[in-house]
T-cell receptor, first 110, second 113 residues
Framework: RKEVEQDPGPFNVPEGATVAFNCTYS??????FFWYRQDCRKEPKLLMS???SGNEDGRFTAQLNRASQYISLLIRDSKLSDSATYLC???????????FGTGTRLTIIP | EAQVTQNPRYLITVTGKKLTVTCSQN?????MSWYRQDPGLGLRQIYY???????DKGDVPEGYKVSRKEKRNFPLILESPSPNQTSLYFC????????????FGPGTRLTVT
């Protein structure tokens, strides 16, 4: 079983819609969770951290469910510029090593 | 401008011909890392370095070498490249205290024939 699993998509969503996708992780000792964004043929960039209490940044909301070992990302009022691959990232407490999921590809359609 | 640079950006080479991909950061970051990205496998860590002269293996270190003689540079060396090392390579750096926020270079697309 992969340490971090994501639905690869692609998700094709009309502009203005709300879209959500999940990521599951296998190691219950995982402590830190993040979403990175990767545009086509570009480098990954940190989008947001995921806290136990949830985290909201503008149109983006990230949540953590420790009992079921998954994190989610919700994008409201989606924009064309949100088209990208979203990478779920997990790390153990105090460990610099990040484990990346394979990513979920999102395309926003005009 | 704060950045991570990699060179070359594109490289086509033949099996067995030694090559080096350079990585440099200007943010005075302690932590640097190399990843490879392959379809369906995601980003996998090759080697990382916590500071000068401190390096350690990641998940897929076979066939690669690294060195960290200066804080800003972290070159990736392929002594005898093979076709299964054809991939997209990313260098990344971060502050030790916030290693989750890694700054990635633009990537090096390597093809080994």
């Amino acid at each position: 079983r992969k340490e971090v699993e994501q639905d690869p998509g692609p998700f094709n969503v009309p502009e203005g819609a709300t879209v959500a996708f999940n990521c599951t992780y296998s190691n219950s000792a995982s402590q830190s969770f993040f979403w990175y964004r990767q545009d086509c043929r570009k480098e990954p960039k940190l989008l947001m951290s995921v806290y136990s209490s949830g985290n909201e940044d503008g149109r983006f909301t990230a949540q953590l469910n420790r009992a079921s070992q998954y994190i989610s990302l919700l994008i409201r009022d989606s924009k064309l510029s949100d088209s990208a691959t979203y990478l779920c990232v997990v790390s153990l407490f105090g460990n610099e090593k990040l484990t990346f999921g394979t990513g979920t590809r999102l395309t926003i359609i005009p | 401008e704060a950045q991570v640079t990699q060179n070359p950006r594109y490289l086509i080479t033949v099996t067995g011909k030694k090559l080096t991909v350079t990585c440099s950061q200007n943010m005075n970051h302690e932590y640097m890392s190399w990843y490879r990205q392959d379809p369906g496998l995601g980003l996998r860590q090759i080697y990382y370095s916590m500071n000068v002269e401190v390096t350690d293996k990641g998940d897929v270190p076979e066939g690669y070498k690294v060195s960290r003689k200066e804080k800003r540079n972290f070159p990736l060396i392929l002594e005898s490249p093979s076709p299964n090392q054809t991939s997209l390579y990313f260098c990344a750096s971060s502050r030790r205290q916030s290693s989750y926020e890694q700054y990635f270079g633009p990537g090096t697309r390597l093809t080994v024939t």
